[in-house]
């Protein structure tokens, strides 16, 4: 899915109260848009927030004190070609930082531009860091998936498998043990980065779970703080499968690690047979500290291989010497 689109009007009313700033300029079109080819450009967040820099144009331009000491520095004709050169690079939105007054030549260009300026008294650092977060969520590309999103030993993990195999009440169990729940029935997936990928519930279902038989459950009210989560880095995909498709379309100790592609980026996997008896919590939290010994480099299955290499070599000197 595309990067939302994100005007100045939103940008500052959603961090009205956090960063305290006012708009002093540029009033002209407060539905301005952040260049759609700039957002899809953009690497990261990083892209589009930070300090003056005349090398890439369409982005949030910060200004704190150096660069307000930068543009005072100069007078006349000098003044208005540094203020040109940042209007020229079509910022969506400049922000005076540090509670610095910003130079009345500034503001009367940012009117003319019709380029949004706000001011704020919060320090530039905390800004971008503010500002670059909110993109980094926006502008994300973002998916939905039909599963139960948990926080599992600090793991983000996502339970699958079609309906009615249990999903919810395995959710259900897997909070009574001390996990967490994200989200249930439906997560919403945002690549927030290269290498990350950050699931959050939508609004609609916030701290609830559904089990068949009883309904809606409110998890936050039964069980308490603790229980919910407001988010969490997908780290692991927990696919639920009948005990005859297992049989037949997967491996019992698969060869590779499994994994599945979100949003572009491959996310590990496992796959557990549901079948009378078993005890799936259990198999749910040995396969997430299976997966933290492998992010942290321990692989049991090769381990396995190579032991079982060395006694065939052991077994096969025994035979030559003998």
Known sequence: ?????????????????????????????????????????????????????????????????????????????VLDRRISRIVTLEPPVIIVADGQTPPDRLIAMCDRAEIPLFTTTESAGHVIDVVRAYLAHVCANRTTRHGVFMDILGLGVLLTGESGLGKSELGLELISRGHGLVADDAVDFFRIAQTAIEGRCPDLLMNLLEVRGIGLLDIKAIFGETAVRRKMRLKLIVHLVRKETMERDFERLPYEPLYEDVLGMPVRKVVIAVDAGRNLAVLVEAAVRNTILQLRGIDTYREFVERHQRAIEEGLNDSAAG
Do not use: C
């Open 1 to 77: 899915m595309k990067p939302t689109s994100i005007s100045a009007d939103r940008l500052f009313e959603e961090h009205r109260e956090a960063l305290r700033w006012e708009w002093i300029a540029g009033h002209a079109h407060p539905e301005r848009r952040f260049d759609e080819a700039a957002l899809l450009d953009a690497q990261s967040a990083a892209d589009l927030v930070g300090y003056l820099n005349y090398i890439h144009p369409y982005r949030v331009q910060i200004v704190g004190t150096r660069e307000v000491a930068y543009l005072s520095q100069a007078s006349g004709d």
